[in-house]
């Protein structure tokens, strides 16, 4: 073979061996590729924003003036609070973003662009019924919200023969069915709902 063969031969042979090590490098890459991709997420659904009670003591902080922030202000039996400048403003029955909304208006009369921070410091009103089949029904008080499986664990559980299946939530006028069973099963995760004061669980 003359040294022309052999050059072309040696050519075609680096060619192949560029070509092949092309193809598993790209083949290589493409698991990174399809790993780099997110998961399927699970929906969260927020628990509902709190709603201010009487009896809860609050931490309002306005920025960049220490005489007009409060580090305990308790919601009086009325639902009011009272501050400087501000005076008496209702408070309860509303969340504490609603709050913030409604005292940067009244503090617009004498600071040009008022932020105020409202911090629920103390939980002192909330509270839940439990009744039914549960192991210690009554009322329920907490100093933070409870979901309905940690208030089912606070009550102890279920009775024997309960109907786990067909526990209800009684909120004013709506009813909230809550399945132990598919939730414990992963079937139904968006069902441990956070209890908001006054709700009542029921476990026929």
Do not use: H
Not at 125 to 145: D, H, Q, R
Request: aromatic share 6%; proline share 6%.
């Amino acid at each position: 073979m003359n040294r022309t063969a052999l050059r072309s031969s040696a050519f075609f042979m680096c060619m192949t061996l560029a070509a092949s090590a092309s193809a598993q490098t790209s083949g290589s890459a493409r698991p990174a590729q399809g790993s780099a991709q997110p998961a399927a997420v699970t929906r969260n659904v927020e628990a509902p924003s709190y709603i201010i009670q009487p009896n809860d003591v609050l931490r309002i902080f306005v920025w960049k003036d220490e005489t007009l922030s409060q580090s305990r202000t308790l919601v009086r039996p009325d639902g009011r609070i009272s501050l400087p400048l501000v005076q008496d403003i209702p408070a309860a029955g509303q969340t504490p973003s609603q709050l913030k909304v409604k005292l940067e208006e009244k503090l617009k009369e004498w600071i040009d662009v008022p932020n105020v921070t409202v911090i629920v410091d103390t939980i002192q009103s909330y509270e839940i019924y439990l009744m039914g089949n549960v192991a210690n029904p009554g009322v329920v008080k907490s100093a933070t919200p409870l979901t309905i499986m940690q208030a089912l664990g606070t009550g102890g559980g279920f009775k024997d023969f309960a109907e786990k299946n067909n526990v209800t939530i009684i909120r004013g006028k709506d009813r909230l069915k809550f399945n132990f069973e598919d939730y414990i099963k992963g079937r139904a995760p968006n069902e441990n709902v956070t209890l908001i004061t006054g709700d009542v669980v029921w476990v026929p």
